[in-house]
T-cell receptor
Framework: ETGVTQSPTHLIKTRGQQVTLRCSSQ?????VSWYQQALGQGPQFIFQ???????GRGNFPPRFSGLQFPNYSSELNVNALELDDSALYLC???????????????FGNGTRLTVT | RKEVEQDPGPFNVPEGATVAFNCTYS??????FFWYRQDCRKEPKLLMS???SGNEDGRFTAQLNRASQYISLLIRDSKLSDSATYLC????????????FGTGTQLKVEL
């Protein structure tokens, strides 16, 4: 069974730039969620993708956007980077059965983004 | 008021001690509840789900009190390897795994 994998592991960007983070979901999982974890805080829900469509969004501005592909992998895009976007970005996959039932979340190792 | 509140700690305890963490949540219609463990600079990993009847997994016991909107985790016979941050996690109304995390409670188990 292949777990959740994220790339890159670390990234340094400059304020105003754009970044794309990638995630491959665990084998058999059809739902991908993205979280932002700032230093000393718990993860904050950004959005979730199911069947290639956004299926819920947290309190993040539109410059945070995403995609899910037919193979269930996903991308998180952040435009116009700000210093406060520096954080660990976590991808988590799960298996959705029926309207709301979900298996537990499995997290990837995360991408540590530093904005200077 | 934060949606999920935890004491950030750190809790420094000797090996073999019993330690308890508490957590409160604000939305009474929340669906399901979990404890996750996060090691330094690693991803969160599911420790256990939390049920109203209380549930136990080895040295770990979790309890949910829906009336008080309160969740607890008890660790007995602490090991050095238990040192980590413990995240209280709530699945909001409607479920769907759009989880709300607390800030985490840091545990350090010492010799």
């Amino acid at each position: 069974e292949t777990g959740v994998t994220q790339s890159p592991t670390h990234l340094i960007k400059t304020r105003g730039q754009q970044v794309t983070l990638r995630c491959s979901s665990q084998s058999g999982h059809n739902t991908v969620s993205w979280y932002q974890q700032a230093l000393g805080q718990g993860p904050q829900f950004i959005f979730q993708y199911y069947r290639e469509e956004e299926n819920g969004r947290g309190n993040f501005p539109p410059r945070f956007s995403g995609l899910q592909f037919p193979n269930y992998s996903s991308e998180l895009n952040v435009n116009a980077l700000e210093l406060d976007d520096s954080a660990l970005y976590l991808c988590a996959s799960s298996s959705r059965q029926g309207s709301t039932a979900n298996s537990p979340l499995h997290f990837g190792n995360g991408t540590r983004l530093t904005v200077t | 008021r934060k949606e999920v509140e935890q004491d950030p700690g750190p809790f420094n305890v000797p090996e073999g001690a019993t330690v308890a963490f508490n957590c409160t949540y604000s939305n009474s219609a929340s669906q399901s509840f979990f404890w996750y463990r996060q090691d330094c600079r690693k991803e969160p990993k599911l420790l256990m789900s939390v049920y109203s009847s209380g549930n136990e997994d080895g040295r770990f016991t979790a309890q949910l009190n829906r009336a008080s909107q309160y969740i607890s985790l008890l660790i007995r016979d602490s090991k050095l390897s238990d040192s980590a941050t413990y995240l209280c996690v709530v699945n909001p109304p409607g479920g769907g795994n759009k989880l709300t995390f607390g800030t985490g409670t840091q545990l350090k188990v010492e010799l």
